[in-house]
T-cell receptor, first 115, second 111 residues
Framework: DAGVIQSPRHEVTEMGQEVTLRCKPI?????LFWYRQTMMRGLELLIY????????DSGMPEDRFSAKMPNASFSTLKIQPSEPRDSAVYFC?????????????FGDGTRLSIL | QKEVEQNSGPLSVPEGAIASLNCTYS??????FFWYRQYSGKSPELIMS????GDKEDGRFTAQLNKASQYVSLLIRDSQPSDSATYLC???????????FGQGTRLTINP
């Protein structure tokens, strides 16, 4: 069974550059979540989609962050322009149904470093 | 009060003993509770879900839920060094309609 697939696994780039993170959810899951994890703030929900529609983006830190889900099998999280404080591990997760009762399954994450 | 609160640890337990991890939450109406294990440098991995008051057992793991007292705990029996990880409690908070994670408890099993 293929789990949630994220790419790239690691990204190192200079501040000001555009960063695009990619996610393929588990087939059949209709909810997708983007999280950011840092030592200071723990695991934070950035945005979540249900049936490809953004439901809650209140966790998106700034306008520099945007996310899309053009179809049921693909989502992107974009940061433009990137800043050093964006350095973190970004996880994508998916679940059956909404986020209320179903467990979420996480991808391996993208470790992002902004220099 | 934090929405989902865990003792950050580190919690040290000798091999073979029972490790007890606790989590409290603020929203009395919460219905869904999950425990995730996260090894250093890895992603969170679901190990238990619980929805009703009482105990739920799965192998060496037991989740305990007490909605009246607003806490959920995870017991690990016969602890092994491979259980050393950070354990994240996650609760679906009805008021904000979100799954909220605690900060995690770092557990170390000493051989």
């Amino acid at each position: 069974d293929a789990g949630v697939i994220q790419s790239p696994r690691h990204e190192v780039t200079e501040m000001g550059q555009e960063v695009t993170l990619r996610c393929k959810p588990i087939s059949g899951h209709n909810s997708l979540f983007w999280y950011r994890q840092t030592m200071m703030r723990g695991l934070e929900l950035l945005i979540y989609f249900n049936n490809n529609v953004p439901i809650d983006d209140s966790g998106m830190p700034e306008d520099r962050f945007s996310a899309k889900m053009p179809n049921a099998s693909f989502s992107t999280l974009k940061i433009q322009p990137s800043e050093p404080r964006d350095s973190a591990v970004y996880f994508c997760a998916s679940s059956l149904g909404g986020q209320n009762n179903q467990p979420q399954h996480f991808g391996d994450g993208t470790r992002l470093s902004i220099l | 009060q934090k929405e989902v609160e865990q003792n950050s640890g580190p919690l040290s337990v000798p091999e073979g003993a029972i490790a007890s991890l606790n989590c409290t939450y603020s929203d009395r109406g919460s219905q869904s509770f999950f425990w995730y294990r996260q090894y250093s440098g890895k992603s969170p991995e679901l190990i238990m879900s619980i929805y009703s008051n009482g105990d739920k057992e799965d192998g060496r793991f037991t989740a305990q839920l007490n909605k009246a007292s607003q806490y959920v705990s995870l017991l690990i029996r016969d602890s092994q060094p491979s259980d050393s990880a950070t354990y994240l409690c996650a609760v679906t908070l009805v008021k904000v309609q979100k799954l909220v994670f605690g900060q995690g408890t770092r557990l170390t099993i000493n051989p």
